[in-house]
């Protein structure tokens, strides 16, 4: 399906993470694979690499921290020194802090907006322009939402804004990316039970999802898996809600 193609993903730091679900489903389709990660355990971060490498593919990482203005030039060029030029990007990491009008201030802004925003823009441009200078005729743009415009976030107004302002990134970047051959798209996996969960939160949320179980990590590499394979070359400019039939309120 996606052969000897290359994939950079963010955000893999932990064994329950959505980008560790991603990478693993990525390298059982056959695609190698470059991983950021932020505050892991390192001797985890040896093991899952191993794992990655033992399907019979390439894989790199690196720890880097997403707020730093050159983070996305760093990666793409490491990535393609160690790896080659990849064809595939998934934005995965963010940053999430509790906030609400009380508590917003500049920095929580400001944190948030590194992270969220300009870290997966820069990743997308960088991308894109690498990607055409190696001149690809196929390659995938996955961003990560979480269904801001679907509904509020009480008490995550940073967090909400810029995560809602990917989805307005993505339809536009989907256009200007058409014609040299790369699909932009989003995914919303809905509250998925990855590491942020605990046992009180899954016994408020397990009542919402009508189909009797909260989201896995599995569940949205499962969509990024489809995306990022040729059977989604007709599908652009997407924000894809995946969450199992949520419901909200």
């Not at 950021?36 to 790199?60: P, Q, V």
């Not at 040729?230 to 995946?242: L, Y």
Request: net charge negative; aromatic share 8%; glycine share 8%.
């Amino acid at each position: 399906m996606s052969k000897n193609k290359i994939a950079v993903i963010t955000g893999a730091s932990h064994p329950r993470d959505i980008g560790t679900a991603i990478c693993r489903r990525l390298a059982a389709d056959g695609v190698h694979i470059f991983f950021t990660h932020w505050h892991a355990d390192h001797n985890w971060i040896g093991e899952f690499k191993d794992e990655l490498l033992s399907m019979g593919i390439m894989c790199e990482e690196m720890t880097i921290d997403l707020s730093e203005t050159q983070a996305a030039q760093t990666i793409l060029q490491t990535v393609e020194e160690k790896l080659g030029v990849p064809s595939i990007l998934i934005n995965n990491a963010a940053h999430s802090t509790q906030d609400g009008y009380v508590q917003l201030d500049a920095q929580t802004l400001d944190q948030h907006y590194a992270v969220n925003m300009r870290s997966t823009f820069l990743l997308c441009v960088e991308f894109a322009r690498l990607f055409q200078k190696a001149h690809f005729t196929s390659g995938r743009i996955i961003n990560m939402t979480s269904g801001q415009e679907l509904g509020p976030m009480v008490g995550e107004l940073a967090y909400a804004a810029t995560k809602g302002a990917i989805s307005a990134f993505t339809r536009t970047l989907a256009q200007e990316l058409a014609p040299i051959g790369i699909t932009v798209n989003a995914v919303n996996p809905g509250p998925t039970d990855s590491t942020w969960m605990n046992d009180e939160i899954r016994k408020y949320l397990l009542p919402k999802f009508p189909m009797g179980r909260i989201g896995s990590p599995e569940d949205v590499a499962r969509v990024i898996s489809f995306l990022a394979s040729e059977e989604a070359q007709w599908m652009t400019g997407q924000i894809i809600h995946s969450e199992g039939g949520f419901l909200r309120g």
